[in-house]
């Protein structure tokens, strides 16, 4: 069956009216806006005295964000030489830097490449060879795994920050005082060359910005998503695939959010495409105001921003909500202000979401996605008042379809692999032509590799994953990459990684491996494993076998592995 956004009279449409009788629109006008700098420049203008991010206290309003943005824009063109469409990579976590980097570098015209900061150095400098990324700017807490493979990259331009960077004085002196002397965060580091992210919006204040033109056909961002040959591949996103979602995205939103003064908890990593979109662009366009958690991983650092603040808005994943509900102090917030609980990235288990209507007054609302759609396909709708386990309906301007192995559209209730079309779907896999052909069907069909059925009421609902991505905390992870690294061990013969249930990761890394050295030892595993890979990719679980199960062209079979694993 498919479900989508038509013809008027249809029965879907009757389906649309039913889940969405507030007035959602069945399309949106992608055409609105030529680009993400036009959403930019109208809410800069609309909202220009309104907060737009605050991190640790500190507010950036819209007019600064168009301001310091612009000089950074026009830092990258003058003082750097970079041209409409070269790539520049943002290192960070969720600091108030990152919306004037990411909106200067958009501006201008050039690609955002997102760079998860706590990646190894082979993750790294993967991602800038692939990319081709001629600038970067990092927090130097992550400058000394930079500094590892600079020499091997296509970096012409280091730009370090520090967390207080733009925190008043002396704020800022005693942050970064603490962070580096009294915490210890930043390892020491060697770059020679690197400028000053402040440094930066100095230099291009007294430079002319140059208004080149942007289309929907210009790419904006390189989004990295796990590979499923050993290594990443960059999902492009243009202006139209962005613009698109924004667009989808806000006209589900409307008829409970008021512009100008929406306040939307903002913890997960603006790096990560569903906080990007969903926090940093669409509750940009609609005048909302990012709070910016650093480290959401202090959670009782987190709850004391949380008393700072009447949110409207709280975005998250399932492990995000989890730990929340049992950090002390949570339960006793204010919640009057909380309209919407969204929840994305995993899926959202019952009890989870039970727990936090219980203790919030508010539903989580579970959306459907994928890096490759910008990312949202699937959305329940605002109405709904109780977990139900379903992805939700397509969004706007959005056809939902599962299909066979063959793209046969099947009937309701068969399932099969869930196929999505929309102008949110990414051009391609940047430079991968090939791959992008095993995902994208010359119509326009995207194979999510999700497994799943509609019901007869065009809602969705994931059954399994086709391929073995694991899912981390709403992170891909791909078994060939952890046992492309694992398999680098001299002490190892064979490997094979699956994932496993877990409470609070909702997925984590099962690891099975065969010897070549008898003394071999899982501590040895994993020392090797936490050098390599980034620490959700680090197997949780290590079991030794003497020979691994395999097809008869000996091709390990994951499926039997995870056969023998009983439910924890």
């Known amino acids: 069956m498919a479900c989508e956004r038509g013809e008027g009279g249809t029965v879907v449409d009757k389906i649309w009216l039913k889940q969405y009788p507030k007035g959602v629109p069945a399309e949106v006008n992608v055409d609105q806006f030529a680009s993400l700098r036009d959403i930019l420049k109208r809410s800069c203008t609309k909202y220009r005295d309104l907060p737009a991010f605050t991190n640790m206290g500190v507010t950036l309003s819209y007019r600064d964000i168009d301001a310091l943005s612009r000089n950074f824009g026009a830092y990258l063109q003058k003082t750097i030489g970079l041209r409409k469409g070269d790539r520049v990579a943002i290192m960070m976590p969720n600091l108030l830097q990152y919306p004037i980097a990411l909106f200067g570098i958009l501006?201008?015209?050039?690609?955002?490449?997102?760079?998860?900061?706590?990646?190894?150095?082979?993750?790294?400098?993967?991602?800038?060879?692939?990319?081709g990324a001629k600038a970067i700017v990092v927090l130097e807490n992550f400058a000394h795994t930079l500094e590892k493979v600079l020499n091997n990259t296509p970096i012409k331009t280091v730009i370090t920050t520090q967390i207080g960077e733009l925190f008043p004085f002396p704020k800022s002196l005693i942050v970064n005082f603490v962070v580096k002397r009294i915490k210890k965060m930043v390892p020491a580091w060697n770059i020679p060359g690197t400028t000053k992210f402040k440094g930066t919006l100095t230099s291009g204040k007294s430079q002319q910005l140059d208004e080149v033109e942007i289309n929907h056909n210009d790419a904006a961002f390189l989004q990295y998503t796990g590979g499923t040959t050993g290594v990443a591949k960059g999902a492009e996103l243009t202006h139209g695939n962005m613009v698109a979602n924004v667009q989808q995205a806000s006209a589900w939103l409307a008829p409970i959010s008021e512009?100008?003064?929406?306040?939307?908890?903002?913890?997960?990593?603006?790096?990560?495409?569903?906080?990007?979109?969903?926090?940093?662009?669409?509750?940009?366009?609609?005048?909302?105001?990012?709070?910016?958690?650093?480290?959401?991983?202090?959670?009782?650092?987190?709850?004391?921003?949380?008393?700072?603040?009447?949110?409207?808005?709280?975005?998250?994943?399932?492990?995000?909500?989890?730990?929340?509900?049992?950090?002390?102090?949570?339960?006793?917030?204010?919640?009057?202000?909380?309209?919407?609980?969204?929840?994305?990235?995993?899926?959202v288990q019952r009890a989870v979401a039970e727990s936090w209507k219980a203790v919030t007054g508010v539903p989580i609302i579970e959306a459907y996605g994928l890096t490759e759609t910008s990312p949202g396909i699937c959305v329940n709708p605002l109405t709904i008042t109780d977990y139900t386990g379903?992805?939700?309906?397509?969004?706007?301007?959005?056809?939902?379809?599962?299909?066979?192995?063959?793209?046969?559209?099947?009937?309701?209730?068969?399932?099969?692999?869930?196929?999505?079309?929309?102008?949110?779907?990414?051009?391609?896999?940047?430079?991968?032509?090939?791959?992008?052909?095993?995902?994208?069907?010359?119509?326009?069909w995207f194979r999510t590799?999700?497994?799943?059925?509609?019901?007869?009421?065009?809602?969705?609902?994931?059954?399994?994953?086709?391929?073995?991505?694991?899912?981390?905390s709403g992170f891909n992870v791909y078994p060939n990459e952890i046992e492309s690294?694992?398999?680098?061990?001299?002490?190892?013969?064979?490997?094979?990684?699956?994932?496993?249930?877990?409470?609070?990761?909702?997925?984590?890394?099962?690891?099975f491996v065969v010897k070549r050295d008898p003394e071999l030892t899982v501590e040895r595993v994993l020392e090797h494993c936490r050098n390599n890979l980034t620490g959700y990719k680090v197997p949780k679980r290590v079991e030794f076998r003497d020979e691994l199960p395999k097809t008869n062209v000996g091709k390990i079979l994951r499926r039997a592995l995870r056969d023998t694993e009983t439910p924890s």
């Open 107 to 131: 501006r201008s015209g050039m690609v955002a490449v997102n760079v998860n900061p706590l990646y190894t150095p082979r993750e790294l400098e993967h991602q800038l060879n692939d990319s």
């Open 259 to 347: 512009e100008g003064t929406e306040v939307v908890i903002t913890a997960l990593p603006l790096y990560h495409i569903f906080s990007l979109t969903v926090n940093c662009l669409t509750f940009m366009k609609v005048g909302g105001q990012n709070i910016l958690i650093t480290n959401p991983r202090d959670f009782v650092g987190f709850v004391n921003e949380l008393k700072k603040v009447r949110f409207s808005c709280f975005i998250g994943v399932n492990t995000l909500f989890n730990a929340l509900l049992n950090t002390p102090g949570f339960s006793e917030l204010d919640f009057s202000r909380l309209t919407l609980t969204l929840g994305g990235g995993m899926a």
């Open 390 to 444: 379903s992805i939700g309906v397509p969004i706007s301007s959005t056809e939902v379809s599962i299909q066979d192995d063959d793209g046969n559209e099947l009937g309701i209730g068969d399932v099969g692999e869930i196929c999505a079309r929309g102008p949110q779907v990414m051009r391609g896999y940047w430079n991968r032509p090939e791959e992008t052909a095993k995902v994208l069907s010359k119509d326009g």
């Open 449 to 472: 590799g999700d497994i799943g059925r509609m019901d007869e009421k065009g809602y969705v609902y994931i059954e399994d994953r086709k391929k073995d991505m694991i899912l981390v």
């Open 485 to 511: 690294v694992v398999v680098e061990h001299d002490g190892i013969l064979e490997a094979a990684a699956i994932g496993i249930p877990d409470a609070r990761s909702g997925e984590a890394v099962k690891l």
